[in-house]
C-alpha cells in the first residue's frame, strides 16, 4: 500500500521554461510572456501538468533575470502584468500549473532597497544587506571566491564598505538575519499568491544564512577561497523556512521546491520533511558536479563525461536514503546544465534520439517528481562555441576573465572547450519550435545564435514524428499518470555492479515494474528481461534480442 501521502505535486511532471529563450511573440529577438501563452497548446499536448517559469520580474538582466530590481513588476523585455495575467489564465484553463522561481537570497543593486542600504550606515535599509569593513590592509573583509568568479565582496564608495554578493556584484545578498528582510519577502510571496500562482522554485534557498564569523574559506584555485561550507546550509536555514512555511505556504495549495547546493539526503530530509514544516522537495547537485572533477582547480569547468558507476551511486543513495523520509526531485538539466543528451547521452546523429529517450525512460521511471527542461523532449544538444562572442552567460564571461585573461591558467581554446562542455549558455540557445529561419523562435535576431541542428531538431517535426524523443516523453508522463507504481513505488536497485547497464525495479503492492538501460552504444550481454514475464509498458527499440540490450536500449516491465 501507498505509504506516502498523496499529493498532487508528487504525481506531476513539471516543465521548465527559461522565458527569454523560449518563444519570442513581438520581434525583438527576446522570449516573452505573450510568446509562452501561444505555446501552452504545446506543453499541453506533451502532457505536463506542472510550469516552472524562471523569473519574469524587472530586472537589469545582468543574470538573465535571477537579479530582481521589483519583484512586484514584470520585466520590461518580458511584457506586462496583463501579460503575466492572460498566461496564468490561459494555463490554468488547460489545466497547468504555474510555479514562479523565487529568487531572495540576493536582489540585484538597482532594488529600492539596495539604492537606499548603501546611501548611509544609518539608513532604514542599511541592514537590508550584508555590509562588513575590510581587513586592516583595506582588502575585503576575507578571500571568499563569488559563484561567478573573482572576490565575493565588492568595495561601494558610496557606501564606505565592502558588500557581500555570492553570485555577481549586481547581486547583493540580502540579511536574512533581519527580521525586516523575511517579512517584506513573506509579504511580497503572499501578494503572488493571491494572484493564483501555484508555487515557487526557490533560488539558492540553502544559502539564505550565513556563518556569522565569516572565516576566510580553503583555497582550491590558488586565488580565493570556498565558500560554501560559510553559506550552504547554514545556522538558521530551516527556522527562516519554518516561519516562511508558517506565514505563506501553509496558507495555499502549493508546490515548493528549493534549489539547495551543497545538500545531503539527510539535510534534505529536513528541507523537504513528510511534517510538510518546509519545503516539498529539494533539486541537489551531485549528479550534476560528479563530472567536474577532472581538474579541481577549475572547479565545475574540469569537466569528463559522467562515469556511469558512479552517477548510479549517487542517484540509487538518493532513491534509497530518501524512502519514507522526503519527497525527492528528478531532473537531467535546467538552465544552468548543458543538454541531456551531449552530457548524460550521445548526441552524434546515429545515437541522439536513442540515448535521449534512454535518458527519458531511466529518470522518469525512478521515484520523485520528474523536471523537464524546455527542449529536453526534443533531445535538443549543446552548441560548439568557436569564439568569445558565441556565449551570454556572466559565469562563462566572469570564468573566461578570471582563467584565461587576468590569470593565464587555461587557454583561450581549452576554455571555449569547457564551455561547450558544461557552459550554461548551452541551455539557453533559443527553443527550436521549427526548420524557419531561427527556428521558429523570432522573426527578428535572437539575443543568442540559434543552435544550427535547428532544422533536423525541432518541434514540428517531432510532433508529428511517433519515434520522435517529443512523443516518447509524452509516453513518459501518461505512463506516469497511469501506474501508481511508477509515481509512488519503492525503489530497489538491480545490477548494481554492472558496467553498462542502469537497472531497478519498483514495488507497490504484488506491482514489479522493471526497469533496464543500456547506457553505452555497444550491446552488451543481459539477461534480465529473459524470464521476466509482464507487460513492456514502454522500450526505445521496437524488437529485442534474448540476452542482450542493443546501444543505448531501455526496457520497462509491469507485472501486475
Ligand atoms: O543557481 C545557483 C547555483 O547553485 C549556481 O551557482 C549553479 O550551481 C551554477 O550556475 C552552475 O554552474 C541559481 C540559478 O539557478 C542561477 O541561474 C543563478 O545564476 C544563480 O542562482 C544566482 O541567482
Ligand atoms: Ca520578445
Not at 9 to 33: H, M
Not at 157 to 177: I, R, S, V
Not at 224 to 240: A, C, K, R, S, W
Not at 380 to 388: A, G, W
Amino acid at each position: 500500500m501507498i505509504k506516502e501521502k498523496k499529493n498532487w505535486w508528487k504525481e506531476s511532471v513539471v516543465y521548465q521554461i527559461y522565458p527569454r529563450s523560449f518563444a519570442d511573440s513581438n520581434g525583438d529577438g527576446i522570449g516573452d510572456l505573450n510568446g509562452i501563452t501561444e505555446h501552452l497548446d504545446y506543453l499541453k499536448k506533451l502532457g505536463i501538468d506542472v510550469i516552472w517559469l524562471s523569473p519574469v520580474y524587472q530586472s537589469p538582466n545582468d543574470d538573465n533575470g535571477y537579479d530582481i530590481s521589483d519583484y512586484r513588476a514584470i520585466m520590461t523585455e518580458f511584457g506586462t502584468m496583463a501579460d503575466f495575467d492572460r498566461m496564468l489564465e490561459k494555463a490554468h484553463s488547460l489545466g497547468i500549473k504555474i510555479v514562479m522561481d523565487l529568487v531572495v537570497n540576493h536582489t540585484s543593486d538597482e532594488h529600492a532597497w539596495f539604492l537606499e542600504s548603501r546611501k548611509s550606515k544609518d539608513n532604514p535599509y542599511r541592514d537590508y544587506y550584508i555590509w562588513k569593513d575590510g581587513k586592516p590592509d583595506g582588502s575585503a573583509p576575507n578571500n571568499w571566491q563569488s559563484f561567478f568568479s573573482g572576490s565575493a565582496w565588492q568595495y561601494d564608495e558610496t557606501a564606505g564598505q565592502y558588500y557581500l554578493h555570492c553570485f555577481t556584484k549586481k547581486q547583493p545578498d540580502l540579511n536574512w538575519e533581519n527580521e525586516k528582510v523575511r517579512n517584506e519577502v513573506f509579504d511580497m510571496m503572499t501578494w503572488w499568491c493571491e494572484k493564483g500562482i501555484d508555487g515557487f522554485r526557490m533560488d539558492v534557498i540553502s544559502a539564505l544564512s550565513k556563518d556569522p564569523a565569516y572565516p576566510d574559506g580553503p583555497v582550491r584555485d590558488g586565488l580565493y577561497g570556498d565558500l560554501t561550507p560559510f553559506v550552504l546550509n547554514g545556522p538558521h536555514i530551516h527556522e527562516y523556512l519554518q516561519e516562511m512555511n508558517e506565514k505563506v505556504l501553509s496558507r495555499y495549495d502549493l508546490m515548493t521546491v528549493g534549489e539547495t547546493p551543497g545538500v545531503s539526503p539527510a539535510e534534505a530530509a529536513r528541507y523537504a520533511n513528510s511534517d510538510g514544516t518546509e519545503l516539498n522537495m529539494v533539486f541537489h547537485f551531485e549528479h550534476v558536479n560528479e563530472d567536474s572533477v577532472s581538474t579541481p582547480v577549475l572547479g565545475k569547468w574540469g569537466y569528463d563525461h559522467p562515469d556511469l558507476k558512479k552517477l548510479r551511486v549517487i542517484l540509487n543513495k538518493w532513491q534509497i536514503e530518501l524512502e519514507g523520509k522526503a519527497w525527492g526531485s528528478l531532473y537531467w538539466d535546467n538552465h544552468d546544465q548543458p543538454r541531456a543528451v551531449s552530457r548524460f547521452g550521445n548526441d552524434a546523429p546515429a545515437y541522439r534520439v536513442r540515448s535521449a529517450k534512454m535518458l527519458g525512460t531511466l529518470l522518469h521511471m525512478m521515484k520523485g517528481t520528474p523536471y523537464i527542461y524546455q527542449g529536453e523532449e526534443l533531445g535538443m544538444t549543446n552548441i560548439t562555441f568557436t569564439d568569445t562572442s558565441d556565449f551570454r552567460d556572466v559565469e562563462e564571461i566572469n570564468a573566461y576573465k578570471q582563467y584565461v585573461v587576468d590569470n593565464h591558467m587555461i587557454s583561450a581554446e581549452e576554455m571555449l572547450k569547457c564551455f561547450s562542455a558544461v557552459g550554461r549558455d548551452n541551455a539557453r540557445t533559443p527553443m527550436q519550435w521549427d526548420d524557419s529561419e531561427n527556428a521558429g523562435f523570432s522573426f527578428g535576431t535572437p539575443w543568442i545564435p540559434v543552435n544550427p541542428n535547428y532544422r533536423e531538431i525541432n518541434a514540428k517535426a517531432a510532433v508529428s514524428d511517433p519515434d520522435s524523443v517529443f512523443c516518447y516523453y509524452q509516453k513518459l508522463i501518461s505512463l506516469r499518470h497511469e501506474n501508481p507504481v511508477i509515481v509512488y513505488g519503492e525503489f530497489r536497485p538491480l545490477l548494481e555492479d554492472s558496467d553498462t547497464i542502469y537497472a531497478y525495479e519498483r514495488v507497490l503492492d504484488q506491482e514489479t515494474l522493471t526497469v533496464a538501460c543500456n547506457w553505452t552504444e555497444k550491446e552488451v550481454p543481459c539477461t534480465l528481461f529473459d524470464a521476466l514475464s509482464g507487460t513492456e509498458l514502454i522500450s526505445n527499440y521496437s524488437t529485442h534480442k534474448a540476452g542482450v540490450l542493443q546501444p543505448y536500449e531501455a526496457r520497462v516491465i509491469l507485472k501486475k
